[in-house]
């Protein structure tokens, strides 16, 4: 028997203006992919921004259903677009900003479980990890290294 313990590395900034040109044009991207979010249900809006090795922005945002289960989120939508679109090129970082209709998100929106898993799908594939920053509406912004971080004990092909 042996005990492990994970560690994961990230950055937090105080706010956007902390971050580098590239990543803030990113996050201004994510933004403008939240503005067209359809989310009438949570009022909940997510926005992604993918930048890929190319240099194209891809944009990517929430889509809900009054079936609710068949929404999807901002970053699925985001990776899923490039992935048809670019299928063999690599992502090099993805911003992700939400907002709430019914309150101030001030607290930083890291992708939920389901989009972590798609995502890392990509980042094994393309053998290169790559960035995530996310934030709320206002206030601290997070930038992790790499999906794997986000996802310990992750399942992959491997295992099929
Ligand atoms: N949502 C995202 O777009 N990304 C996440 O990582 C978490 C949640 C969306 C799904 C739904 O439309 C709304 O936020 C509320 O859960």
């Given at each position: 028997m042996k005990k492990i313990n994970f560690s994961?590395?990230?950055?937090?900034?105080?706010?956007?203006?902390?971050?580098?040109k590239e990543d803030q044009k990113l996050m201004e991207e994510a933004k403008i992919a939240k503005s067209k979010s359809y989310a009438p249900y949570s009022e909940f809006n997510v926005g992604a921004a993918l930048l890929l090795e190319n240099?194209?922005?891809?944009h990517g945002n929430n889509q809900?259903?009054?079936a609710y289960p068949s929404g999807m989120c901002a970053e699925r939508v985001a990776v899923w677009k490039a992935g048809s679109e670019y299928p063999n090129m690599k992502i090099k970082k993805?911003?992700?900003?939400?907002?709430?209709?019914?309150s101030t998100v001030d607290k930083p929106v890291g992708p939920c479980g389901?989009?972590?898993?798609t995502l890392l799908e990509y980042e094994i594939n393309q053998k290169a990890p790559?960035?995530?920053?996310?934030?709320?509406e206002v206030g601290k912004v997070?930038?992790?290294?790499?999906?794997?971080?986000?996802?310990p004990f992750s399942f992959d092909s491997s295992y099929l």
């Open positions: 994961a590395e990230a950055i937090i900034y105080d706010d956007i203006s902390e971050l580098n240099g194209v922005i891809i809900e259903s009054a993805l911003a992700i900003v939400a907002s709430s209709k019914n389901a989009c972590r898993q790559f960035e995530v920053i996310f934030m709320g997070v930038k992790t290294k790499s999906l794997v971080s986000l996802l």
